[in-house]
């Protein structure tokens, strides 16, 4: 048999037995208190920096810059970051997840209180109130339950990147997940995969009833605060920190290295294009199977579960999974952005589908087309536009996350830079590092592009 | 949905968790001694339970809390060892000689075994290849790269071959542990991988791979490995406890604890016995 | 009436339409009777139900009373490939947003003959249109004026352009009868002539018959021979033209 097939069969079935569940725990607890320590730090120190921009306060708009900054680089990479300055565990994770999830934040809220209504602002200000007096009475009130809506999205996000994290020495469930791979107890590893999933949509219905009944906020401080205390940095090794990271300067690649430097981001940009291509091959039926004005219930529901499964295992899991079962290498990479990609551009298609304006289609049906030929002429030209703007998106997220899914092996900068960080050569780590900010930078600038080109209109939920 | 301002409730709530943490901090006096293990046979909830009885002792010997702990990486480890969060560490060669380079840690103890270490070359059973130069044009994983049998003597014994990995082979991997190196190569994902000679054998007397599918084609020259230190600022008493306590195992009364590390006997490690290993790293540009 | 013994092609007899199952009636027994080649202006205020009468007509809507006759069967509750079969035979023209606009012009005209192509061809002609099919969608533009917008993009097109689109769609069709739903409303009262002229040119030309609603009584007078007043879900003769001016030239009067 295919090597393929009995490795992917090695997983089957899932291991479950009561002792593993409850050693579990202290995983799950270490993922969760990393999460919601790091983003009770983002939410306080974004806020302010949000409503300082909103109010065009002295400062604001530097400060937002700034935080914005760390989302340049890829959560992952921030975290074997920071376990190199601050050691192990869920204290660099923690780290790494607050700083990358502060920028994020910062500029959502930002973004967020600018879009407030002019009038009852301009009404405030015109009684002489000051910025704080504003934001307080005006742009808070006014924005609160798109803050809520968008931030917890956000926490929803951290919770998947605190296994990511974990992943290369931040701790918790990640850690483990690495661990049961390393150790061949891959029908563990399916388990932890599967309490992933549980976690993420548990999170998502609490998100739920958090957007229904607000007054929930008022829990998230105390417990916030906690979880820094128990999952935080038990130390900082401010004085090695600082060493180690000036040891990081200044970059340098060896000639060898410069040599295979054009190969490597070659071989990154190609993981990020044969991912999203295999996305965008699958999408297509499997959004039509699941748009609700074109296929059957029957075939919609159980299709749509499928797209929210593949979506809800993060690129780097599959990653994790996929090297075991394809080997390490660029195929692996690709197929795991492929795998995640799919999950999201199936339901974005899927809507695309079921957004697209009826009296078109509905003129050509009352020419007693089939529906086929309904599809190909109305439906689907009508869909276009939306799909590829999405596809294209898809292609720059893939570009970031193609850097990212190569720190756990998958071939490219991404293998470089991790090669580079496990051997201590952390010059040319830092050089990596360099070239996979501006890989980043590029694939942002792709995006801001395309979004100008294609208006909101297309993305809007 | 107005969030409505601070009620007196609320402040309750609030006032009343972060009292709790404060009494919780009290508690939280902190003399743990933490050990680290470089994750080369994998890490995992039950792996460190599987290590329960080697805690036990050591906390007992020590007269300290122990905690043992698997990172993710070989370099998690040194780096740990570096900024502090751990004071004592397994690590193999290479990792002891970063280790003891960068932060100038302390060789204690090793297995007799690791004086004269071997790293084993496999290969699937009917596979056409006998000799390290029919790995020519062929598929070939490595275990972690910071692996000193997984990577850095496999690697020199192909070149000490004729064989330059980076231009002879198809493709080489690092898999980031020996066990996933032995499942890559018995699931033919490669088609031949090098390993820890004890890893290996663990492995198929365990029956977590089929020992009928996989065959050793080449067994490299003597070589030091495994070593156990402590991070350099630590209490020296404390430094020969730890030693003593290992150098003190016997088959006859620590069977469980000797099982745990793979060996039967422990013997005093010095450094100068890797100035090979430095030589080798140096040579082939992995220190 | 003086042509009893033609056949009729569309009778309603006491059609009646519900807003879903056992909502309130859209159609409260309207009746009406075209025949061949005959041309009828619907008019009516907005709510009247014409808009209803024509989805009742091409089965987009389903009735809940009364019976649907068109080219002599009795096509009432028809579904599936029958009907196909009628809707191939009625073509519709609604008041705008009906064209595919991400389709160049031809396409959005060639869809006119999805009706009578097989699934096979109608994929080819999206990736492959044949000459002959550029032909003909080219042969039905200059029928209403605009053959140089063969390949033009159809977003770029203005309103009564679009509309010139959507009567070329129609044509290609080849139907029996033409549904045109407010078919100038949006347009500027001098276009909506010059598309009104055109479109009952045509089915005068080609002997097809059209049932138009319109919000202008005066354009109705003007291009209609017989005028039928729509109010509340009901379809009433209006007496001045009953079997009045049918015939006459279509001409602007002025």
């Known amino acids: 048999m295919d090597p393929f097939w009995t490795q992917l069969a090695a997983f089957f079935p899932p291991y479950v037995s009561a002792h593993y569940l409850l050693a579990l725990i202290g995983p799950v607890a270490e993922s969760l208190g990393m999460t919601v320590g790091a983003m009770f730090v983002a939410y306080l120190v974004s806020l302010p920096v949000g409503l300082a921009m909103a109010t065009e306060a002295p400062g604001g708009r530097a400060a937002q810059r700034f935080l914005a900054g760390f989302r340049a680089i890829p959560d992952l990479t921030l975290a074997i970051f920071c376990v190199v300055l601050f050691g192990l565990g869920s204290g660099a994770g923690m780290l790494a997840l607050a700083l990358y999830y502060m920028g994020a934040v910062a500029k959502m809220f930002g973004d967020l209180l600018r879009t407030a209504p002019a009038a009852p602002v301009a009404a405030l200000r015109a009684t002489g109130a000051n910025r704080a007096q504003i934001a307080l009475f005006g742009l808070l009130p006014l924005k609160s339950a798109d803050l809520l809506t968008y931030g917890s999205y956000e926490f929803e996000s951290a919770v998947r990147a605190s296994v990511i994290v974990g992943a290369v020495g931040g701790g918790g469930l990640g850690s483990e997940l690495v661990g049961t791979l390393a150790g061949l107890d891959y029908q563990r590893t399916t388990t932890l995969i599967i309490i992933l999933i549980l976690i993420v949509s548990g999170i998502d219905r609490l998100t739920v009833a958090l957007r229904r009944w607000p007054r929930l906020l008022w829990l998230f401080p105390p417990i916030g605060i906690a979880a820094l205390y128990f999952y935080g940095p038990h130390f900082l090794a401010l004085g090695h920190a600082a060493r180690t990271f000036a040891g990081m300067f200044p970059p340098t690649l060896s000639a060898r290295e410069w040599h295979r430097l054009p190969a490597l981001i070659g071989e990154t940009v190609g993981i990020a294009a044969a991912g999203t291509a295999f996305a965008v091959v699958f999408a297509l039926p499997l959004g039509l199977a699941s748009a609700r004005n074109i296929a059957p219930g029957w075939v919609a529901v159980p299709v749509r579960r499928l797209l929210e499964t593949l979506r809800s295992i993060p690129e780097v899991v599959w990653g994790l999974v996929l090297i075991v079962v394809a080997g390490v290498g660029p195929t692996a990479g690709a197929l795991a952005l492929g795998l995640h990609s799919l999950g999201c551009l199936g339901r974005l298609y899927a809507e695309s589908f079921e957004n697209v304006p009826r009296a078109p289609v509905v003129a050509l049906a009352a020419t007693g087309a089939g529906p086929i030929s309904v599809a190909g002429f109305a439906t689907f030209p009508l869909a276009l536009g939306p799909i590829a703007a999405h596809s294209l998106f898809r292609f720059e997220w893939n570009l970031r996350m193609a850097t990212v899914v190569g720190l756990i092996g998958a071939g490219g900068i991404g293998q470089a830079l991790y090669d580079a960080q496990q051997l201590m050569f952390y010059r040319p780590m830092m050089a990596y590092l360099l070239v996979t900010v501006a890989i980043v930078a590029a694939a942002d600038f792709l995006n801001e592009r395309t979004r100008a080109y294609f208006g909101w209109s297309y993305l809007a939920r | 949905m107005p969030l409505h301002p601070l009620s007196r409730r609320n402040l309750i709530v609030v006032g009343a968790a972060a009292l709790l943490t404060i009494v919780s901090g009290v508690s939280r006096a902190d003399d743990t001694i933490r050990i680290g293990m470089i994750p080369d046979a994998g890490a995992t909830q039950v792996s460190i339970d599987q290590k329960a009885p080697l805690q036990a002792y050591l906390a007992k010997e020590l007269g300290h809390p122990v905690k043992l702990v698997i990172p993710t990486s070989y370099n998690a480890t040194v780096e740990g060892l570096g900024n502090g969060s751990l004071d004592f560490a397994y690590l193999g060669g290479l990792t002891f000689v970063k280790a003891h380079g960068r932060y100038g840690v302390a060789p204690l103890v090793q297995r007799d075994i690791d004086k004269k270490f071997h790293s084993l070359f496999i290969t699937q059973a009917d596979s056409s290849i006998h000799a390290l130069a029919d790995l020519k044009g062929k598929t070939f994983a490595f275990g972690d790269i910071n692996s000193t049998s997984g990577h850095l003597m496999p690697y020199r014994a192909m070149v000490k071959a004729g064989i330059d990995p980076d231009k002879d082979l198809k493709w080489f991997r690092y898999t980031g542990s020996h066990a996933a190196t032995v499942q890559a190569v018995a699931a033919g994902v490669a088609e031949a991988g090098s390993v820890d000679e004890t890893v290996f054998r663990a492995l198929i007397a365990e029956n977590k791979v089929d020992g009928k599918k996989l065959r050793v084609f080449f067994t490299s020259p003597d070589f030091v490995d495994y070593v156990w230190v402590a991070r350099k600022d630590i209490d020296p008493a404390i430094q020969k406890k730890f030693a003593e306590a290992f150098l003190r195992l016997t088959p006859e009364h620590d069977a469980a604890i000797l099982a745990i590390l793979r060996g039967n006997k422990f013997v005093t490690a010095t450094a100068a016995e890797y100035d090979d290993i430095e030589d080798v790293a140096k040579r082939l540009a992995m220190f | 009436m003086a042509m009893a013994e033609t056949p009729a092609l569309l009778e309603l007899h006491e059609i009646e339409v519900r807003a879903g199952d056992g909502g309130a009636m859209l159609l409260c027994g309207a009746s009406l009777t075209v025949r061949p080649g005959e041309r009828v202006a619907i008019v009516g205020p907005s709510g009247a139900g014409k808009t209803t009468l024509f989805r009742a007509i091409n089965g987009t809507v389903p009735v809940s009373g009364g019976t649907i006759r068109f080219a002599g069967e009795d096509v009432t509750g028809d579904a599936g490939a029958a009907l196909r079969r009628l809707r191939r035979r009625i073509a519709v023209i609604a008041q705008k947003h009906d064209l595919v606009e991400p389709l160049q012009v031809h396409r959005n005209v060639m869809?006119?003959?999805?009706?009578?192509?097989?699934?096979?061809?109608?994929?080819?002609?999206?990736?492959?249109?044949?000459?002959?099919?550029?032909?003909?969608?080219?042969?039905?533009?200059?029928?209403?004026?605009?053959?140089?917008?063969?390949?033009?993009?159809?977003?770029?097109?203005?309103?009564?352009?679009?509309?010139?689109?959507?009567?070329?769609?129609?044509?290609?069709?080849?139907?029996?009868?033409?549904?045109?739903?407010?078919?100038?409303?949006?347009?500027?009262?001098?276009?909506?002539?010059?598309?009104?002229?055109?479109?009952?040119?045509?089915?005068?030309?080609?002997?097809?018959?059209?049932?138009?609603?319109?919000?202008?009584?005066?354009?109705?007078?003007?291009?209609?021979?017989?005028?039928?007043?729509?109010?509340?879900?009901?379809?009433t003769e209006r007496p001045a033209f009953a079997g009045g001016t049918r015939g006459t030239s279509l001409l602007p009067a002025a």
């Open chain 3, 111 to 235: 869809a006119g003959a999805l009706g009578r192509w097989s699934t096979g061809r109608a994929v080819r002609y999206l990736a492959w249109p044949s000459h002959a099919e550029f032909a003909e969608a080219e042969a039905a533009l200059a029928a209403v004026g605009i053959a140089h917008k063969l390949r033009a993009a159809t977003k770029s097109l203005s309103g009564g352009e679009q509309q010139r689109v959507a009567i070329a769609r129609a044509l290609i069709q080849e139907p029996m009868l033409i549904l045109a739903d407010e078919p100038v409303a949006s347009l500027d009262p001098r276009t909506a002539v010059d598309v009104l002229t055109l479109l009952c040119g045509l089915a005068e030309k080609r002997k097809v018959a059209l049932l138009c609603t319109l919000h202008q009584p005066e354009l109705a007078a003007r291009f209609f021979g017989r005028v039928v007043e729509m109010a509340h879900g009901v379809a």
